[in-house]
């Protein structure tokens, strides 16, 4: 049995590169927008950001879900093919902390959870009030204060969304979520 729907497994699986050369970012907003029905106090915001530089021209899609106008999940989306880049996963690994770092102060739950996704290939983050953002950053000699000797690890998106695991896995946070949310 598939993890999801056959409407958002063929969303994710048909790219039409006539019509779009990456049609990723649309997939998620529309399974965004199932796990966060628009019917109900949730709001998926999708921002498109385009980054050109003389070797790489890249794009990023970050989604935040809002509650009652309230931040409570982030999805940075980089596109799949860059996974296999260091540089770009300690870029996407960057921004995400940078992110979730100026909105939780704005959060109302206990903790602000985040992905950072290649494609379909999922890192899941999540941070508190006074603590650090998990995962922890770490060095080759085990300091968890910088890491500029292992960079973003690949395995850090240790999960694909298409795949039961990675399925599992995102629907236990939005389920976290949603919950936390109707104890406000």
């Known amino acids: 049995m598939a993890p999801w729907t056959t409407e958002i497994m063929e969303s994710f699986k048909s790219v039409k590169p006539e019509l779009e050369s990456d049609f990723t970012p649309a ?17 998926v915001f ?16 970050t989604f935040t879900v809002y509650y009652k106008n309230t931040p409570v999940f982030l999805l940075d989306l980089h596109p799949y093919p ?5 540089s770009t996963r300690e870029i996407a690994d960057n921004h995400i902390r940078m992110h979730v770092r100026d909105l939780l102060p704005y ?9 950072s996704a290649f494609g379909t290939r999922l890192a899941f983050y999540t941070i508190t009030p ?7 950053r770490a060095t080759s000699s085990g300091n968890t204060s910088a890491y500029e000797d292992v960079g973003a690890p690949a395995d850090w998106w240790d999960c694909d969304l298409l795949d039961d695991d990675g399925a599992i896995r995102l629907k236990e946070v939005v389920n976290k979520i949603r919950n936390q949310c109707e104890n406000l």
């Open 27 to 43: 997939a998620y907003n529309k399974l965004l927008n199932t796990l966060f029905p628009v019917n109900t106090p949730y709001t």
């Open 46 to 61: 999708p921002q498109v950001h385009r980054h050109e530089d003389s070797s790489t021209p890249s794009s990023r899609t």
């Open 82 to 86: 860059n996974l296999a880049r260091i």
């Open 107 to 115: 959060c109302p739950l206990p903790a602000l959870y985040a992905l």
């Open 130 to 136: 006074g603590s650090i953002i998990l995962p922890v």
